[in-house]
């Protein structure tokens, strides 16, 4: 995915010359729209009390986490240069193009009809999901993970296909991972309520989520999960989701095992959920950090996500190794014939 990702990054950056607006003219939340219009909007409620966040909803979009280092300034794009963006950003990451060559070509992967990576960016037209801090970058890693992500490198490098424990998580249909970040395909999450608990199904790689609210404390320190250790709560019509105990196998942007996810779930309007979260993990990064991302209602149901069940990819790298590694053998065999 990379070179999407740098075509997305290289799109964005191209706004930079562009002179920014005045603060005054920042494009309304679907929040401060329902605020001007001077009427006052009440999430729905479920029959327990809750607000209501049940539904499925998508968080698609190709705003970029992070901001291009060239727009460190311009935290918002106009409604034209959105636009425009918005044009050239799908023009560049269609999988339909053909130019490139035989490499490109398969280098993309799939077609267009395969992707749900959207055609928009977010509604309040920001330069990146990260809103803190201001300048919308991860911050810098700390010494010990540099050293750390150093080191898995070079144990990749060397053993990437020993076995199926060296593929990552999303090769082996384990899981997609926190926090619910949009991804090329799949960006679909459905919410269901019941007293004392709210799920979370995400299509992709079928992660379910039971999210307790009665207040329990986290498990043992040295029980280790996937997507960790969650614990909700309410805070007005907030709800917090809590996350500790994740496993040292499974990262996001660089974390450890000491991630800290702070998760907010907000219903601010009838079609859409405002989605928070902090990364907060002192053995890897020098500072906290946020981002925030909106979600609207899906369209249609989700459906079975059967990785496994097609999952030939994985084999085959496997056996093209082994492959590689018989043919080396043999032919070391053949030089000390000679």
């Known amino acids: 995915m990379g070179h999407r990702l740098l075509a997305s990054v290289s799109a964005l950056a191209a706004f930079a010359l562009l002179i920014p607006r005045p603060a005054s003219a920042q494009p309304q939340t679907a929040a401060a729209k329902v605020k001007a219009s001077g009427?006052?909007?009440t999430?729905?409620?479920?029959p327990d009390g809750q607000p209501d966040l049940q539904g499925t909803w998508t968080n698609t979009t190709i705003t970029p986490l992070e901001r291009p280092a060239a727009l460190a300034n311009k935290p918002f794009l106009t409604e034209q240069e959105a636009a425009a963006?918005?044009?050239?950003?799908?023009?560049q990451q269609t999988g339909d193009r053909r130019d490139g060559g035989p490499e490109v070509d398969?280098?993309?992967?799939?077609?267009?009809f395969w992707r749900?990576?959207?055609?928009?960016?977010i509604g309040s037209r920001r330069t990146s999901l990260i809103v803190d801090p201001p300048d919308g970058k991860i911050p810098a890693l700390t010494p010990a993970a540099q050293k750390r992500l150093a080191d898995a490198r070079e144990q990749a490098q060397g053993h990437a296909t020993d076995g199926p424990e060296n593929r990552n998580l999303w090769e082996r249909c384990l899981t997609r991972g926190l926090p619910m970040l949009p991804g090329p395909y799949n960006n679909d999450f459905q919410i269901v309520q019941g007293p004392g608990y709210v799920a979370i199904l995400h299509e992709m790689i079928h992660d379910a989520r039971i999210i307790p609210l009665d207040g329990r404390p986290h498990v043992s320190p040295g029980i280790r999960q996937w997507l960790g250790d969650p614990r909700?709560?309410?805070e007005g019509d907030t709800l917090v989701v809590d996350s500790t105990n994740f496993s040292e196998k499974d990262n996001f942007r660089g974390s450890s095992e000491n991630l800290h996810l702070i998760e907010r779930f907000t219903r601010?309007?009838?079609?859409?959920i405002r989605y928070e979260f902090t990364v907060d993990d002192p053995t890897t990064f020098t500072k906290p950090w946020k981002a925030e991302i909106p979600m609207i209602p899906a369209e249609g149901q989700i459906f079975e996500y059967a990785c496994h069940e097609g999952n030939y990819a994985l084999a085959d790298i496997l056996r093209g190794a082994r492959a590689d590694e018989k043919r080396a053998a043999q032919d070391a065999a053949t030089k000390l014939k000679e």
Do not use: C, F, L
Not at 43 to 46: A, L, Q, V
Not at 106 to 112: A, H, I
Not at 116 to 121: A, E, F, I, L
């Open 39 to 41: 009427k006052a909007w």
């Open 43 to 46: 999430p729905p409620r479920t």
């Open 85 to 91: 963006y918005e044009k050239q950003t799908v023009a």
């Open 106 to 112: 398969v280098g993309r992967s799939y077609n267009e």
């Open 116 to 121: 749900d990576r959207g055609s928009k960016v």
């Open 232 to 234: 909700g709560h309410w």
């Open 268 to 272: 601010v309007g009838p079609e859409e």
